[in-house]
């Protein structure tokens, strides 16, 4: 009998164990349950109480002003200083012009397609700069023998006191059609009012060149000089004109003389043209330049807008107002920076002159965020003249900039920006905490709003999601 009680009883314990191991596996799950349940509730709960909302969207930009200046020349500040030129308020910074010195420069006057009616009669226009128009052929027949008026030219003498003594040198582009022509060029040299008139007549068939010699239809440059004594401007209203002649002496049927104007293929020797002239320019003139100076941040700039608001207490003053470019290391001529305009006939008339530039605007100011921007005026006159500067402004658009409201019970964490739009879907990454209650201005350069309807999303790290539409 005790063999068979012993079997019972490893039977018994073996029971027991299975069940000990049965309820620690059914306990262990049920706590785990308990626990992913709690967790569950826990995330649930949190995202629940997470409420982020979008007040506004708008660009990040900023503004700034000048802080100091410089003047130039003889320029000099008559009143205020540069906390005037915060605002658009009529409280001004006043400087005064000076009387700029007489100047003679040598010029080159080339001959030009372009044209103009005085007194009924063609003039082409005599330019200091080389042929940029459309290339000309001036012809006269050499039929017959006699001097033919190839073309008369002009160059304006406002602002010039005297035409000063020097040898000038003419070079012609010229051009027979026959070998048998004899022909060569001279010019006449007058001064022309402004009514189409002759004023005065300095010489008449000087500059003659040699006989035309190239291949028939073949240009080929001739030059000559002629002694010009010192002629004092009578009428800054006045022109310079020089007469382009053919002198032709052996005339053939059916045959021309050419001459060739504003013609850039040709070379800049080969252009038809007077060299050294040499012009002295009114003193009559007084010039003010002013440069004023400001700080900005260092940020990269979606676009720039800058603003000069200012009057003259003289009308009809030539202003240029420039931006300093620091990628090209000067002042711009044309183009972004560069702004120019005649002021007011009326005395004392606030304008304003800005622009915007959204083409690498970073350009116009230097690493650590420093500016410059130029003044300067010029007129014609014996009397000075003042600038009264009211307003000076640089604004920038850095991006864009969401202000940000938590109203949920606890902090927020932002891992993600989505702008939408018919073009494009883009995800910028973020990292922002916002505490419960909080308002936040959150700027991001690197993100422009787009110039169409969008939508802007952002996104919790718990996948709540805050909308803002534009729609």
Known sequence: ????????????????????????????????????????????????????????????????????????????????????????????????????????????????????????????????????????????????????????????????????????????????????????????????????????????????????????????????????????????????????????????????????????????????KIENVIFSFSSSQHILEVEFMGCSDTFDWAQLVWIVDSAWTTGSVNVTLQLYNYTLGGYPESGNGFITYTSSNTSNTDEKGNQTITTNPNDFRNATGHWKMKITGIKATNSTFDLKVDWIELRVIRGMRLTLKNEGSITSHIISLWIIDSSSHRRYDADLFINSGETWNYSRPDINIPGNKYILKVITERGNIATFSDE
């Open 1 to 272: 009998m005790m063999p068979l009680r012993i079997k019972g009883d490893r039977q018994a314990v073996s029971n027991i164990i299975v069940v000990v191991f049965s309820l620690i596996i059914v306990v262990t799950i049920y706590v785990n349950l308990i626990l992913w349940n709690y967790e569950m509730n826990q995330f649930d709960w949190e995202r629940m109480s997470e409420k982020i909302k979008i007040i506004t969207v708008e660009n990040d930009s900023g503004i700034y002003n000048p802080a100091a200046y410089t003047t130039y020349g003889s320029t000099t500040l008559i009143s205020g200083n540069t906390s005037d030129l915060a605002s658009d308020n009529a409280i001004y910074m006043v400087f005064r012009s000076y009387p700029a010195a007489s100047t003679a420069y040598t010029k080159n006057l080339t001959a030009h397609s372009e044209n103009t009616t005085i007194g009924g009669s063609l003039y082409y226009v005599l330019k200091d700069t080389a042929a940029d128009g459309n290339p000309t052929t001036l012809t006269v027949s050499s039929a017959t023998t006699g001097r033919k008026l190839w073309g008369k030219f002009i160059y304006s003498l406002q602002g010039v006191t005297e035409i000063s003594a020097a040898n000038w040198t003419f070079r012609y582009r010229v051009m027979r059609s026959n070998t048998a022509v004899r022909a060569h060029a001279n010019v006449d040299i007058k001064i022309l009012k402004s009514d189409g008139t002759v004023r005065e007549i300095i010489a008449t068939n000087v500059a003659n060149s040699t006989d035309l010699s190239a291949a028939a239809n073949t240009w080929e440059t001739v030059s000559a000089t002629y002694t010009w004594a010192t002629y004092n401007v009578v009428n800054q209203s006045d022109y310079l004109e020089i007469d382009f002649y053919c002198e032709v002496t052996r005339a053939v049927p059916k045959s021309k003389c050419s001459l060739r104007i504003d013609d850039n293929t040709l070379g800049i020797a080969d252009q038809t």
